[in-house]
């Protein structure tokens, strides 16, 4: 099996607590030889913590390497349209960390280079590979015309449940104050780009919940029954946490209902509804190890009724994400999330945001 030689830009929580371990697991097939991070205390005892034996303190000098043949774009949102623009400039495949982009003027500039290149890039919607969502594909081709969708996540944060278990290491102060105050600039204007200058703190939370949750459940909405035809509302309260949207398509509605607070639990659901069957996915926090997914079944007539459980699958999604990523890069295999199809994501993230300050006028 061929090996990839990885470069990682980024080394926060994301990289430490699933990302890494998961590729020390993969060692046939990936040696990870190279580490960005703008913190040098991080980059220190992360690179030394898995043995990564280049670490760099600028961008461009991983993306110099000869010797790398991909990098995993994990730095904050905002630095994802740049960082991966530059990695495909400098003929390296990409794994994009969602959201692609904030917004769909920098993905449209993404999207072109990628174009250009002949790179593989492939958005890290790892909820689409779950074993529990395959299944759940295979399940939907059996069901009558669908009447009914429902997704929710209404989660407790990830710190909660590694806090016990893991440490994570942070900058030591040491990030350069013009590279602090520069990425919030953007992050800022990137988002207010989407909500207008004049949005309120709730609405500008609710839109970095839906790029940073939400839209795992939304990708992978749209890769199981396609894309809405319009946002029929949507509606923001605890302070931009809490998030509700009608998704019209067409002959049936979807609701999706998300909530962010301190009751430790992860219900992260999508469940779908025809006039006699009724499909379930259920998807675990990612930042406990290799919590199963599930799919139930159910089909109903006049005289039965029957459920049927899939799993518990205890294959990682994460691990199988990187399967893919492998697969695209060394045989060519199409990659099943794309980045011309995160656009339909992002698109509609945003026509939430515009029917929710309708909403709270």
């Known amino acids: 099996m061929k090996k990839i030689s990885l ?7 994301v990289a430490q607590l699933i990302h890494l371990p998961i590729l020390k697991q993969l060692q046939d097939h990936y040696a990870v030889t190279a580490l960005y991070d703008p913190s040098p205390s991080v980059l220190e005892q992360v690179g030394s913590n898995w043995n990564i034996p280049h670490r760099y303190t600028t961008l461009d000098d991983l993306l110099s390497d000869p010797t790398i043949d991909a990098v995993m774009v ?18 390296k495949h990409v794994f994009l960390e969602k959201p692609a982009c904030l917004t769909l003027t920098d993905l449209k500039s993404l999207i072109e280079v990628e174009r250009e290149s002949n790179q593989v890039t492939m958005v890290g919607y ?4 779950a074993p529990a969502f395959t299944q759940a594909q295979s399940l939907l081709k059996h069901m009558g015309e669908t009447r009914y969708v429902r997704v929710r996540d209404l989660i407790c944060e990830g710190p909660w449940f590694f806090n016990s278990w893991s440490h994570v290491a942070t900058p030591d102060g040491d990030i350069a104050v013009d590279l602090i105050d520069s990425g919030r600039a953007k992050r800022l204007a990137d988002m207010k780009a989407v909500c207008g200058e004049d ?3 709730a609405i500008l939370k609710a839109y970095e919940v839906l790029t940073g949750l939400g839209i795992h459940s939304l990708s992978a909405l749209r890769v199981l029954i396609g ?13 931009g946490t809490q ?27 999508i469940e779908v509804i025809s006039a006699r069957e009724k499909l379930d996915i259920y998807y675990d926090t990612p930042y406990i190890r290799n919590l199963p997914g599930r799919t139930v079944f159910q089909t109903s007539t006049e ?13 990682d999604p994460f691990r199988v994400e990187l399967e893919h990523f492998h697969d695209a890069i060394v045989a060519g295999t199409p990659v099943s999330t794309p980045l011309q199809d995160a656009w339909a994501d992002l698109d509609l993230c945003q026509q939430i945001m515009t029917a929710a300050r309708i909403s709270t006028k």
């Not at 630095?79 to 495909?88: E, P, Y």
């Not at 894309?227 to 302070?239: C, R, T």
């Not at 998030?243 to 659901?269: H, K, P, W």
């Not at 029957?306 to 205890?314: A, D, K, S």
């Open 227 to 239: 894309s809405p035809q319009k946002v029929i509302s949507a509606h923001i309260a605890q302070g």
């Open 7 to 13: 470069g990682l830009i980024g080394a926060g929580e």
């Open 303 to 315: 005289t039965d009724n029957t459920v049927q459980n899939f799993g518990p699958f205890y294959k």
């Open 199 to 201: 949005a309120s703190p």
């Open 74 to 91: 994990l730095s904050p949102d905002q630095f994802h349209g740049d960082h991966a623009r530059s990695a495909l400039r400098a003929k």
């Open 126 to 129: 790892m909820r689409c590979y």
């Open 243 to 269: 998030i509700n949207a009608l998704l019209d398509y067409g002959q049936f509605i979807t609701s999706y209902e998300c909530l962010i607070d301190d009751v430790v639990r992860f219900d992260a659901t």
